[in-house]
């Protein structure tokens, strides 16, 4: 995993530049689009993809974020052309958004430790 540093946002939730490995279903498709997270928060990521999706495409998403698998919904809101995409998650369960917060509080405390070993 890459851990590239922390962004912080007018969001309200903390956003960091992590890659962690995330599959895309959009809604009618049968194939997976397998690509990495080049940022993530509780409630998104983006993603740099040279195919990019168009915006309000409907997804199902699969989060592999550290030991945890986490899967919920989510549509696309932006769309960069030949950049990336950046994804809104619309329906993360509870113990999903849990499991997410406590990955991107652990990738924030090591690239602190990181920063100041170094």
Do not use: W
Not at 23 to 37: C, D, I, V, W
Not at 52 to 57: A, F, G
Not at 77 to 96: A, H, K, Q
């Amino acid at each position: 995993m890459r851990k590239q540093g922390i962004r912080s946002e007018k969001r309200g939730h903390v956003r960091v530049k992590v890659s962690v490995p995330i599959e895309l279903t959009p809604e009618g498709s049968e194939t997976p689009l397998r690509t990495e997270t080049a940022d993530l928060s509780v409630k998104g990521c983006y993603i740099e993809i040279l195919f990019t999706l168009p915006v309000t495409t409907q997804l199902q998403v699969t989060l592999h974020a550290g030991d945890s698998t986490i899967f919920t919904r989510g549509k696309i809101v932006t769309r960069d052309l030949n950049v990336g995409n950046g994804i809104e998650f619309t329906s993360m369960t509870d113990e999903g958004s849990k499991t997410l917060r406590q990955f991107i509080e652990n990738v924030v405390a090591q690239q602190k430790k990181d920063r100041s070993a170094g």
